[in-house]
């Protein structure tokens, strides 16, 4: 979720978190189940490796990385791994109890950071997934190819009526998602001083399904997106360059005219795990794969609706060499 400095990711694409935590720690999203309540990844027993918790957050992207963890966990490792389906800011109370080992996705959360990381030293970030969070405008591949230069937005202006439509009053019309979805969108265009509208098409699925069409039908469309996203992996819409992210340039959402900060997604574990001895803490810790790998593992779950166990699979095994630096 981007507001100012984006605190978290939220489920779907960005959208504001607010989570109650009574006695427990209370999942939301994926299963509805609290920390305690478990769900394995499938056979595999503990031999040397003890019993892995893994937290899977609301997102396709982040149950990419976790199946294919627990995948590996399993087959080559022979551990238990017990998948806890949790709100993102939920699994980090897992830390203290044990409940949970490892957040493999984590955008942000500077909050959580101070107080689970800094103040009570019951966590500890275990480095990059490698994958590189971004938000922004996008556009299909065609019509960057046929104008390259409307991925500058200084000539946004210049392409506008290209993109008028019914519902954007004679003005070029920007495309979001979900009205709950929380975007710099409308400040920019305002600020930006760009002859443009944003109209919300409803949902992520809603935006995928224009982008996918307008491609298709050589239509124009420009509308916010973000990466990684499986999707991807099918259409790879270009990016539109908005004015550079410098630090602060979006504290006030009223004044924004930047674009959104690139987001370096880590993995955190709790120090207890990361002091067991576990083969799993070391498979976390080398863990690290690029954008693309992501978006192909969750385009076999969410688009081509494989298990989590048999995309992973499918990757692993196309993959082996990668999996095999992760485990040295």
């Given amino acids: 979720m981007h507001i100012a400095r984006r605190p978290?990711?939220?489920?779907?694409?960005?959208?504001?978190?607010?989570?109650?935590?009574?006695?427990?720690?209370?999942?939301?999203?994926?299963?509805?189940?609290?920390?305690?309540?478990?769900?394995?990844?499938?056979?595999?027993?503990?031999?040397?490796?003890p019993t892995f918790n893994l937290a899977v957050n609301n997102w396709v992207g982040y149950e990419a990385n976790a199946a294919v963890l627990a995948y590996v966990a399993e087959k080559q490792l022979g551990?238990?791994?017990?998948?806890?389906?949790?709100?993102?800011?939920?699994?980090?109370?897992?830390?203290?109890?044990?409940?949970?080992?490892?957040?493999?996705?984590?955008?942000?959360?500077?909050?959580?950071?101070k107080k689970y990381i800094t103040e009570q030293k019951v966590a500890k970030d275990l480095g990059p997934t490698g994958n590189i969070g971004k938000i922004g405008w996008y556009v299909p591949p065609w019509l960057a190819k046929a104008h390259p230069d409307i991925t500058n937005w200084n000539n946004l202006n210049k392409y506008a009526p290209m993109f008028t439509t019914s519902e954007s009053g004679g003005k070029g019309q920007l495309l979001d998602g979900d009205p709950g979805f929380v975007t710099n969108d409308a400040a920019l265009v305002e600020n930006l001083k760009l002859n443009y509208k944003v109209v919300y098409s409803g949902s992520e699925a809603a935006l995928i399904t224009t982008f996918r069409q307008a491609e298709q039908n050589k239509k124009p469309v420009i509308g916010y997106f973000y990466e990684p996203q499986w999707f991807m992996s099918e259409v790879p819409l270009v990016k539109v360059n908005l004015p550079p992210y410098k630090e602060g340039c979006d504290a006030d959402p009223a004044k924004v005219a930047c674009d959104y900060p690139l987001y370096k997604l880590n993995k955190v574990v709790s120090t207890k795990f990361a002091s067991s001895g576990s083969p799993a803490y070391t498979l976390v810790k080398n863990f690290t794969w690029a954008n693309a790998d992501q978006n192909l593992v969750a385009k076999y779950i969410a688009e081509d609706k494989m298990s989590a166990e048999a995309a992973a699979q499918k990757w692993v095994e196309a993959n082996p060499d990668k999996v095999k630096a992760w485990l040295s």
């Avoid at 993102?88 to 500077?110: C, I, L, P, R, Y």
């Fill in 79 to 113: 551990c238990k791994v017990v998948k806890k389906n949790l709100d993102e800011q939920v699994s980090w109370q897992g830390f203290d109890t044990g409940e949970v080992d490892a957040v493999v996705e984590n955008w942000g959360h500077e909050d959580l950071v």
């Fill in 8 to 49: 978290g990711r939220g489920p779907g694409p960005f959208r504001v978190t607010v989570v109650a935590a009574a006695i427990g720690l209370v999942a939301s999203g994926c299963g509805g189940a609290k920390v305690g309540s478990t769900s394995s990844a499938g056979g595999g027993s503990s031999g040397t490796c």
